[in-house]
């Protein structure tokens, strides 16, 4: 099974989401920071990646987004921020987040995102 990668510098976030996931069967690993994760190195085993847009460390959101697209460019990405619409959003999309999440949002919410990134794109005939 592929996991879901939880990105956010917020513990009770992370690990709320954690538990939310693992619950719903989902293998799950958790970091604090967009470096943590670069630092893992391994993109081959991830399902999704759920990650918070303003973290400390030198790596945002869209940082990680945008290395992701480069590494593993099938890979769906969830942004999550307390930041709201305008610019974040725009440029989330832009760098092709398949959903984009204002915080707080409810675990369902945030979970029936992830399905949907997860789920296969319809191609248009």
């Not at 939310?20 to 970091?31: C, I, P, T």
């Amino acid at each position: 099974m592929q996991a879901i990668c939880v990105i956010d510098d917020d513990v009770l976030i992370r690990i709320g989401l954690e538990m939310a996931l693992k619950k719903e069967g989902f293998d799950v690993r958790a970091f604090s920071s967009g470096c943590e994760f670069l630092e893992e190195g391994d993109f081959s085993e991830i399902g999704c990646i759920v990650t918070d847009i303003e973290m400390p460390g030198g790596v945002t959101g869209l940082d990680l987004l945008a290395e992701t697209r480069k590494t593993a460019p099938d890979c769906p990405v969830v942004v999550m921020t307390g930041k709201g619409e305008g610019a974040f959003r725009s440029a989330a999309l832009a760098l092709g987040a398949r959903a984009y999440i204002e915080k707080p949002a409810s675990p369902r919410k945030i979970l029936d995102a992830i399905a949907g990134a997860m789920r296969p794109a319809v191609l248009a005939a």
